[in-house]
């Protein structure tokens, strides 16, 4: 039943190449509807220019389906929250300049949402009212995508604080540059999971970096199995199509090893034992599978979202908007989109 007082945010996100819209009321999910771009795969990578076209193509629809989907009318709005950055420049316009044209029209708040932020609560979108599966605070988040590999110190939905995080490639960004040497095409993620469950992690050891304290890299792990590999082509032209199960297990088993021995420092060095997982790469299964093996081993309360929340979606932008719609927290007109990787 629709109470007077019922908070209904619609959520965009435009960051990358997936464009999104949300509708919830009170925070329970009503819609999340999106719209991926395939015309990338052919290149090998996201191209800007090709996303921000694509957006232009998507927004009305994605944000019309998303509102009829959840049973109201762009009247019943509340307040609008889009993603500001980080992402790509051309992209976040897109979204940010519809929000804003739409949040004028109907004389509605504006909220913006920090990408990365929204990430972390995607673990606090609720699918009903009753929903009580959001992690306590504080806790540890493990954000792991394409473009960051972070480990975050959440003390409130507004007080994040980064502990630790790549000083070069994210995990996910050698993951797939590691795919793409292969040959098996993009975007790897999905690639190499799907094989790794079919091969031998112990098959292959490639370079493990050694960083002071929680800071990650992962270019040097990039670099090992780049010259590995070349090196086995030369003996075998055939190798990658051979062992490419045990090249995919290998190369996954080392990046989820080093991801977790930094979140165990991290654990031992706050206390926190409920830890939480975020972004693209915490689809991966082997990644999944690792948190649930530290909670047997260590005692940790893990947090793992649904696969639909993975990935860029509106939802998170959606409940971030809507938990600073409670404290009033809005954005002025005249707010520009950022590019720059931040919490701030």
Known sequence: MENKQDIYILGIESSCDDTSAAVLRNGVLLSNVTASQAVHEAYGGVVPELASRAHQQNVVPVVDQ?????????????????????????SLLVGVSFAKGLACSLRIPLIDVNHLQGHVMAHFIKESDDDQSAPPFPFLCLLVSGGNSQIVLVRAYNDMEVIGQTIDDAAGEAIDKCSKVMGLGYPGGPIIDRLARQGNPLAYKFSEPQIKRLDYSFSGLKTS???NLRDWIKEDPDFIEKHKEDLAASLEYTIVRILMKKLRLAVKETGIKHVALAGGVSANNGLRNAFHEHARKYGWTIYIPKFSYTTDNAAMIGITGYYKYLDKDFCAIDKPAFSKVTFK
């Open 225 to 227: 199995f780049l010259y």
């Open 66 to 90: 998303a509102i009829k989907r959840a049973g109201i009318t762009k009247d019943d709005l509340t307040a609008i929250a889009f993603t500001r950055g980080p992402g790509l420049m051309g």
